[in-house]
């Protein structure tokens, strides 16, 4: 089977954490580039959190990490350290001779698609700065892409920063409009209500099982969710929230996916009682899709999903203190 080469556009902690992990060991995955932008935490944090995973799995050093947009197009940076923590869970590395690339990660977004213009699938699990500052600089660019696969909004659901947005939408919403607006041909949502509440939710008895499998990649899991399923629970979410990684998976794995439909996605910029709120609008309407949001996944399908990626023997490549 041909490996999907993908770049993913990430505020890494937590979750983001998971998701680079499946595109650098799912055997369906060629993950080509990391780009980040800023959101979850500390954007620096952010980095280090990407080097740690790259560690984690053995692959330190072997896939570039561009740094890209340290805060949102028009709003101030909003921080989901509240949830997440560090994004690592305190964990820690020798960082000394590890340098960022100079090219910035928009112009790598720019340079890698065209120079392979129509293969690349880009996996967006943060706010959408990094891809709208692309299109407004190169207005062939969503041209360029083969696939989107974005993690944002909710299907006409509740959010979680505020009671209508979600998180990644509410840190750049003008950004999120401006994607949604390009023209990119084939786009893929995952929400944040209702699947990611309903079928990408790790019961804590379920989280326990991953979190004990006894691999430095279960051990990682652990350090990186047991501060987001804490917050989550506190707030009454029930489990450990896994929306990025099933942006990825849904894409590698498509049979997944239960129920998917053509919508007509738009995120509000005007108001700021319900700045970042996603309409997600259904046939009924008949305005021109831009969009297929995921419905439904097979829930059960996606936590052996994430154990079979979690019992893979990785040796780090340097040590990490804390795991
Ligand atoms: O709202 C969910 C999104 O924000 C995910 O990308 C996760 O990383 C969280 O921080
Ligand atoms: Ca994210």
């Not at 989107?148 to 920063?161: A, E």
């Not at 051990?219 to 804490?230: E, N, S, V």
């Not at 794995?253 to 970042?276: F, I, K, N």
């Not at 046939?283 to 829930?299: I, Q, T």
């Amino acid at each position: 089977m041909a490996k999907i080469p993908i770049i993913i556009d990430t505020d890494t902690a937590q979750d983001d954490c998971v998701t680079i992990l499946l595109g650098l060991l799912d055997p369906a995955a060629d993950l080509r580039a990391i780009t980040m932008v800023a959101g979850n935490v500390a954007f620096e944090q952010q980095v280090a959190n990407a080097h740690l995973t790259l560690n984690v799995a053995g692959r330190l050093g072997q896939v570039p990490v561009f740094t890209g947009c340290r805060r949102p197009m028009l709003r101030e940076w909003a921080s989901a350290q509240d949830v997440h923590g560090d994004g690592s869970g305190g964990l820690s590395m020798d960082l000394a001779d590890i340098e960022a690339p100079d090219e910035h990660a928009v112009n790598a977004l720019l340079r890698l698609t065209a120079e392979a213009s129509g293969e690349l699938s880009i996996i967006a699990i943060g706010p959408l700065t990094n891809l709208a500052t692309a299109v407004v600089m190169d207005r062939s660019f969503a041209g360029r892409v083969k696939r989107l696969y974005i993690m944002g909004g909710s299907n006409n659901g509740r959010g979680n920063i505020t009671p209508s947005a979600e998180f990644n939408f509410y840190v750049d919403p003008d950004a999120a409009q401006i994607v949604l607006d390009a023209g990119f041909a084939d786009v893929h949502m995952v929400p944040w209500a209702p699947l990611t509440l309903r079928d990408a939710t790790i019961a804590r008895a379920d989280y326990d099982r991953l979190c004990a499998i006894g691999t430095p990649l279960a051990r990682f899991f652990q350090r990186i969710c047991d501060a987001t399923i804490d917050y989550d629970e506190s707030v009454g979410v029930d489990g450990s929230t896994h929306p990025d990684s099933l942006t990825l998976a849904v894409l590698l794995h498509p049979e997944l996916v239960r129920e998917e439909a053509p919508y007509r996605v738009d995120v509000e910029t005007a108001s700021e009682l319900t700045r970042g709120m996603s309409t997600m609008a259904w046939e009924k309407f008949g305005l021109a899709p831009n969009a297929r949001v995921v419905e439904a996944v097979d829930p059960a399908a996606f936590r052996t999903l994430l154990h079979d990626l979690l019992s893979i023997p990785t040796a780090p490549t340097r040590p990490i203190a804390g795991l």
